[in-house]
């Protein structure tokens, strides 16, 4: 992870930048232990961790937009466009192709998990910085 600001908030683009680039890690990484040790939920793990990296990057890019046009409206619906296709993906796989729930919670929760590190990562290095 890079070098810290001076002062930061979690709507940095460093953050943003360092929890996505954890959750990439991460979603091969818990997708290979779930392949080995829960092969029944293994599907499930892959497929909620690819929502969830598809989550954070949809709302990373209405950020984006927002920040570069200011239209609330447009970036809002937008925004609600892209999660309610993304609701309606994750009930289809969960309910036609009947990935398995408790794997497919397991691999969506990377994404909370990488951002609980990358913050304990930032409180971390900003507390031994200021101690030097």
Do not use: H
């Not at 909620?48 to 570069?68: M, Q, Y």
């Not at 796989?93 to 990488?114: Q, T």
């Not at 609980?116 to 990562?121: E, S």
């Amino acid at each position: 992870m890079g070098d810290l600001p001076d002062r930061w908030d979690p709507s940095l683009p460093i953050f943003v930048n360092d929890v996505q680039r954890l959750m990439v890690i991460m979603w091969p990484v818990v997708s290979l232990v779930g392949l080995i040790f829960f092969r029944p939920q293994a599907v499930g793990i892959l497929m909620g961790g690819l929502i969830a990296v598809i989550l954070f990057v949809s709302a990373v890019r209405a950020g984006k937009v927002f920040t570069e046009r200011c239209d609330y409206n447009s970036v809002m619906f937008g925004l609600v466009g892209s999660q309610l296709i993304i609701w309606v993906g994750m009930a289809v796989l969960l309910a036609y192709f009947k990935v398995d729930g408790p794997g497919f919670v397991i691999g969506v929760s990377i994404l909370p998990v990488a951002i609980i590190m990358t913050l304990t990562w930032y409180l971390i290095k900003g507390a031994s910085g200021r101690s030097e």
